[in-house]
């Protein structure tokens, strides 16, 4: 009589137990990102006032290279970048068509204005601004160029140039050597090599802490394998990011992981490579606030998974 009544407490509590963690999954889980019609055109210095359809990724390619260039409250930083991305994509001897995707992430320093009078400088250039009508996080921004990028291949690369833009070029001949003919690969750039060299020993000691804090965090999650998750230099080939990007549903910081993540479960070659990088000033990153969010949204993107609430689905391989 007595061990009947402790079953059916232990039973309820574990079913109160169960139910409240899944609330809390649900409530947490960030909200489906919506794409706002507005979102699917872009502006660009020919045509400065009337918004032209952007390439859906479903679509066939239109240019052999896209970069998106997330940007928030940028019209500081952006110059210097933008310059150095078409200096060396132009300068290149086997010529390539590209296009560069500026994500205005809802910046409300008129960073698409300055975008547009920028593009003007360069106008042998397919540069195209699309502007969020609110602020999503560079996640989101991210999702959202590649969402609607027109490359055969699509590099993410951050407003601030952190990264050389010439080492485009290491990751391209990678991406040649994993996804040889448009095969699913992605290449992500590596601060990995520079650990223990001025670049990090200047960082302040909370940051490399939180950075030590992160990658163990990051074994525990599986993606252990990867030794720098958090470079924003990313190439993906088209039918990698036709897999993965319609399935990311972080808009937060810690985005990168989830796409790698993703790219395991899809069984998606991934490789690094190793690149320069010089700390930027004007990082509008709080480590410390971040990194709760972070560990709250690895938290969340692995429950998800696990549950099956979040799923990925391979595309299925065109017949030859
Ligand atoms: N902070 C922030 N950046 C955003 C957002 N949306 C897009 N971005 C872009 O994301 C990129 C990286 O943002 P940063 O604030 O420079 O990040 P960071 O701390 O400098 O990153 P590190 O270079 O690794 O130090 C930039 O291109 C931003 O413009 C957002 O909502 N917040
Ligand atoms: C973005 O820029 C605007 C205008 O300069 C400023 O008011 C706002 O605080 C900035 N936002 C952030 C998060 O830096």
Redesign the pocket.
Known sequence: MDSTSLLYGVVAVATFSVISLYTVLVVWSPAPIITRDSEKKYRSHASPTTPRPLTPLEDPSTVKLTVV??????TE??PA?LGSAVDHLMSLKKKRTFEILI?D???SDG?SAASLKLAGKYPNCDIRIVTLEK????????RHGMLFGGGERLLM????G?SRFEDLESLWEEMDKIAPGGAPGVVVGSRAHLVKTEVVVKRSLLRNILMYGLHTTLRIVGVGHIRDT???FKLFSRSAAQQIFPAQHLPT?IFDVELLLLAKQLGIPVAEVSIE?H??A????N?FSASLQMLRDLLIVRFNHLLGRWKATPVKKKVE
């Open positions: 260039i997330p940007a928030y409250n940028e930083r952006l970048m994500v992430d809802g910046s960073t602020n999503l996080g560079k996640g989101g921004a991210v690369a951050d407003a601030d952190a958090q470079c924003g910081w990088w700390e930027v004007g990082s509008k990153l480590v």
